[in-house]
């Protein structure tokens, strides 16, 4: 204690716990604040946005090995983890969602409706659809909803007795899968749109919607819209 | 009552000057005991190995318990686990502390080998100490610790709201941010008063040696490290999305972080609980002789109702998280609609503890700011009875409104009327204090001091606060005012504006008493008018921006509300500055360049000035005879307030004044 | 001497303050009153206005009193030099004490019987007022239900079908009866312009009163904490004329029926599947309503 005589060293030790204490939270909010999915950018692409996204059963990795999730096919052709994509503003953009989870009720059957694409139709399959019976055939797996631009796709399930289930995300396409395709028009001006899923698929959580459902990177997130 | 208590616990008497055979201090013939193992060192590294390894204790246990229910393994998190963790970690860590050494002792027919007090020099302040001057000090340092982290939380939040789309933080962290602030600020708000000028001063103020139950006083302080752990340790697990209010069954839905809310708010119950239990029974029994209740301060008076508050609205938290546990651990329905549950019951029960709680949040702000005007106006306060009577009236009346929290809910609509009434009457016994305050002003010789600055800060904030609080209770006008950032700017007034104020002016006022070591008045004085300025100008607005439309919470809003939300972010940084000024006023005058205070600095009357600075072990060298009301000032022929005044007698208290010098 | 100035202070400040109600409260009530929130576009938006106007009005002499107190005292009442005087010993003025406890009282009640005159002739002033309002609207009127749900507000017409739609439309003149449930957490239905605001709870309904006066465009916000998207749940509001509503209403009931068809019957609340859209929580064994 003796070294703690002087007003000086009692200053400069305390301008180090400070400093320690200014490098904890600089380290919180920059390390884990701040830490978030990864934004995918398909802005740089000239003509219609071809994006390529799966939905699967169970994300293989990570603290929550059993949630539900979207993945995204970036522009290099690799398969990411991520639910904040970037698009140009005012384009056209061609989806081709590969479904790989077994399907269920809606909470609000209103979702099993096509909105805001273009022709309001999306192709199951090839074949072209505006309404989707959650309670028929295998039923609705999740669906993909933007809100603010009135778009709303449901996303045709598998057979919950399919025989050659997708184990491990990303799934590739010998597993068995839907295809469903549609186009939207992305709005001319610049603008985060958030979207997400509204089938209650947070397994085990109360209602379904805690757990994937309440976490960006699984089952919402943001179109970053920006001018081209 | 005026047993001579200077052998009791709770007293530095060195252990060569006890008496052998007095209570606490056995011969060494007689002693036998344990104690605990010593290799890991006394203190908080062996709490900390202690906390760590109940934590994996309860870990396992909850893993035992609940590791195989369908619910854990599809959604991968094991609540139970988690929260039993917390749990035998928190035990864990009191254990380390030596809170339960005693009572095992005991238990096991023995004596304790070596009583905590005994301790002395500066490495008592982290030690389980039972001297109520240790532990008013210990508060004192959790509670800024505890506010500094949340300030800077509510920080991050304005970051996040600098712009209405464009995102710093993103959704997700953001809510759990806003949980942290709001949870982490109202923790602490609850003890801020009552821990560290409460467990330091009450003692002091009714002549008595010590506090009626120093081990649970400890306790209750080395709790809250505990409870602040656990709530930052949340945002590891992915944080809380129910704000400090946690509303189920999104609490009941909610991921990981959750638990952590609800053992840490627990575990913060418990001591806001026993600190309570603690001062009512001190105030009730350890008065000297000559303290009528006529003559206690309003101090003392205000804690003390607080503290009754804590007593009775606290127990009711701690079962409505009891029921939110079992809800997220083993599936119980108390909040699920479906199963017999409902979704009004955690609403009835919180707000249940959690309007007393707002004046839990209130009345020591009056009561220490009723307590300086004196000193401060050289005046008698105003109608002491009237303010008593108003402490008391809002204490009671605090029970009977909570449902005004529920006006849009849809529950009990017939009853609103009744519940507005009981809200409005608030207004009366608050508008004791006022009337207090301002007959105490009247014609007064007023000493603007850094502390007195804040009390009328204080008043003004509290104003405008209350005021607005006449908005939320009409039904009609709290329609469009409900759940927005008006009611966030009207608790924030009374609270930030009001309760923080009245803390900050009371460690101007008190910090002499405690440490010996007087603040920096010229940095004081730019403190509080920084305060003052960008308090106002950081939540002036925001009622403005709650009645123009936005929701509390949201991490987005409309775009026509940027330029205020802008306005009121900026303000908020230049209140963190205004902050950090106290800050470096506080490390400045107290650690890096202590400045020797005079014994009675402010020439106040009152019982705790009539001591050293700061006080001896025992306090007084006898327990004092009351002989007047502490705030005679300006009668002439006033006694003194107590028999001891020949220490600081009206002219010794002058001659001090110049005898400042550097420790 | 010390009388005369006591009551040379009193006057003082009964005077600054009379000047200054007399100059604030009118433009509180009549410049201020007639813009404040949230407007006009209802009946109950314009009744909240007029609380807002009459408590302002109440506010304002409380404010200008203690401000002008605080400020005159710490010009007049300070002392500044080294020597400490005391002032008079004044413990209480029970006359003074006793003025201010009964007008305080005195106000307070006379607010809550203002503020219990205005949510019962207001049709319960816009607020959510439970499955059976007491303080109801008469005559004929719209249901429209108002579905929340993590995190969207979707809006049900009984009456047209039972069609449901992402934003609400509703008929300008004509009582709108508001139906207020949750599909799964607690979230609150503001419309902010129409002047109601009233809490979804799951499995209750939750009725709320409003007739528009005037056409256009408002916003609905969920003003209840309810998870990730809190701050997203919007949607938008619009009030027509009768003629554009009811071509609207007809146009949207026929495009709609197709999703409608899938759409369970119409029922003041819905209770989710446990072992499907429940989300499996409680597990499949248990079923709803035991
Ligand atoms: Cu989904
Ligand atoms: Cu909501």
Redesign the pocket.
Known sequence: MKMFEKPLTRGLAVLAVAGVLAGVCLWGIFGFLRSSVPTVDFSKTAGPVNLRVQTVAALGFGPHPTW?SYLVKDPAGAWVHSTIWQLPADRQINVTVEEYDSGGALRNNLWGGITGTLDSQAAINGQSTAVVDPSAGNGIA?TFNVPDLGLNVPLYGISSKAKNPCSAAPCSTSSDHNTITFSFHTPPGAGNYRWQ?F?P?GLSYLYGNGGP?GAIGF?SGFLKVVPA | MAVDMSNAVGLDVPAAEQVPGSPGELPPGRRRGFRLPSALGPGIPRALVFAALGYLFGHWIGNLIAAGYSQVTNSGSNNAAIILGYLFGTVGWIGGMGVLTYPLTKMTGREELLAPQRSVGPGRYFRYTLDHKVVGIQYMVGMIVYFLTAGLLALAIRTELLSPTNHVFGPGVYIEVVGEHGTMMMMMMTSVIVGPFGNFLVPLMIGARRMAFPRLEALSFWLTPAAYIILLSSLWLGGFPTGWTGYAPLSVQAGRGMDAYVAAFGVMAISIILAGFNIVVTVINLRAPGMTWGRLPVFVWGVMTTSFLMVLATPVLFGALYMLGLDRTIQTSFFTDTLGGSSYLWENLFWFFGHPEVYILALPGFAIVLEMLPVFCRKPIFAQKVAIAGMVGVSALSFFVWQHHLFDSGINPDMRPLFMLTTELISIPTGFIFLVGMGTLWKARIRLTVPMMFAMGFFFNFLLGGISGVFLSDVPADTTAHGTFFVMAHFHYTIMGGLIFAFFGGLYYWLPKMTGRSMNHRLGKWNFIAMFVFFNSTFLPLFAVGELGQPRRVFEYAKRLQTLNDWVSISAFLLGFAILLFVINLVWSMIIKPVRSPENPWHSRGLEWQTTSPPPPGNFDRIPIILAGPYEYGKPDALPMSDLVSRTSPVAAAAATDSERTI | MAAATERRDGIRILGVWLVLSAIFMPIVYFVWGPHLPPGGMSDQAAGQRFDNRVLGVVATPVVLLVCTFLVYALLFWRQTGEEIEDGPYITNKVKFSGWWVGLTTFTVLCLAVFGTYELENNNGAGTGSGPRPIFAASGPMLPVQVIAQQWRFTFRYPTYGGMETTSLMIPQNEEIQFNVTSLDVIHSFWAYQLGVKADANPGVNNIAFVKALHTGKFNILCAELCGLWHGAMTANGQVMSQASFDSWATQTEAQEAPVTKLLPKYSTVYSPDEAGAGGNYYGSQYPVNP
């Open positions: 539900v999740h899923c089938i698929c459902m089952m």
